[in-house]
């Protein structure tokens, strides 16, 4: 497959955007960056591999449960998603839906989980509303 001298450019002023925006480089040394990047880009689209397409660990079916989520990249079993893939994937939980083809509204938590978070901080809300020595914003210790 080819690719057109306009698209070859756009390419290589956005990799070379990218390179010399992480990489300090003498102003002399920029044509030989620039460069070995053009011939890197011609002989990346020359030798295009087939992409495969990205196989879930587990299926979707089987990735929410009552007390846990699976995560489809790796197949760990936890109560919550978004801390994991921040960490371990470098995923956004919306670029992790996306990934996958998952609707908006797939859960990032497992159920149980989010009922019991829910009613901790339902708890906590009341006391606060009914509480007249909680102080309500502000600094600690004035009214």
């Known amino acids: 497959m080819s690719i057109s001298k306009n698209e070859l450019l756009q390419a290589l002023a956005t990799t070379a955007a990218g390179y010399f925006s992480g990489n300090p480089t ?11 990047l053009a011939k890197g880009l011609l002989e990346a689209t020359e030798n295009r591999l087939e992409v495969t397409e990205v ?23 936890m109560r919550s998603l978004k801390s994991h893939l921040r960490t371990s994937h470098k995923l956004t939980p919306a670029d992790y839906r996306f990934k996958w083809g998952l609707p908006n509204n797939y859960p990032m938590m497992a159920p149980e989980a989010s009922a019991l978070r829910s009613g901790i901080s339902k708890r906590v809300q009341k006391k606060i509303q009914t509480d007249p020595t909680v102080n ?4 600690p210790g004035r009214r």
């Open 26 to 36: 003498p102003p002399v040394n920029a044509a030989a960056v620039m460069k070995m």
């Open 55 to 77: 196989q879930p660990a587990v299926p979707v079916e089987k990735s929410q449960g009552v007390d846990y989520m699976v995560c489809l990249e790796c197949g760990r079993s």
């Open 136 to 139: 309500k914003g502000g600094w």
